[in-house]
């Protein structure tokens, strides 16, 4: 009986990990249809690149819990045509972090022309992101953390660390993590990192996959919520 009941919620547990967010079509062409950026869709994930001009900065970004790859697409185009950076958004097991946080160290191979690597992630993408890093697991050497709507748990230990680059973006209006429990957790990260609050942002709208269940409704259209995330995320890969 017992085992009959760990079969059937491992089976549950695989279904409902396998049914994700999916991305929303027409954001999704828009940033493929942008020629200031090119999108592929590779083995790895979603390769995003600057038509012109490459940075030699990279970002590996991991999606939030059951939500794909692609959903991010719309949300980094923006960030990329201002910046130049190249942007990695992997597949992950089961649309998990928790089941994949060392993703990173592998598909940074789909840009060898990246010299300067960023981890960073959506939600609890973004806490497994920051517990790879701290971890020190891996071979690529973490220039930094860009987190949206995330947090690094305690364990991941990077409250003392000074060689780490991190950016913190909370949404106002964020339903699944609020602004106060980003606040809650900022002792987490180093004491330089920035953390900004993107006023009339919820949850989703770090993406583009719809309306999340627990979400608050935004105040802020997908397009602006795009803009002044793109806006904040720029600002910081770009400075000195």
Do not use: K
């Amino acid at each position: 009986m017992c085992t009959t009941l760990v079969l059937v919620a491992a089976t549950a547990f695989v279904v409902w990990a396998l049914n994700p967010y999916r991305a929303e079509p027409e954001p999704l062409a828009l940033a493929e249809r942008d020629p200031a950026v090119v999108v592929e869709r590779g083995s790895d994930g979603v390769l995003i690149t600057p038509a012109e001009h490459p940075s030699g900065t990279g970002v590996v970004f991991y999606p939030g819990a059951r939500v794909e790859a692609d959903a991010y697409a719309a949300s980094w185009a923006p960030v990329v045509a201002r910046t130049g950076v190249t942007v990695i958004v992997p597949d992950l097991r089961l649309n998990l972090a928790l089941l994949d946080s060392a993703r990173g160290e592998s598909v940074v191979g789909a840009a060898p022309e990246v010299s300067e690597w960023y981890l960073g992630g959506h939600s609890m993408g973004g806490a497994f992101a920051a517990q790879h890093v701290g971890s020190g697991d891996g071979d690529v050497p973490w220039a930094g953390l860009v987190l949206w709507a995330s947090y690094a748990p305690e364990g991941a230990d990077l409250a003392d660390r000074d060689d780490l680059d991190v950016l913190s973006v909370a949404g106002g209006r964020d339903g699944i993590l609020s602004p106060s429990e980003v606040a809650e957790r900022r002792p987490h990260l180093p004491g330089d990192a920035d953390a900004e609050v993107i006023e009339g942002m919820n949850h989703a709208q770090f993406g583009a996959y719809g309306a999340q269940s627990g979400d608050a409704e935004p105040e802020l259209t997908d397009a602006q919520a795009h803009e002044a995330l793109a806006e904040v995320t720029a600002a910081f890969l770009l400075r000195d």
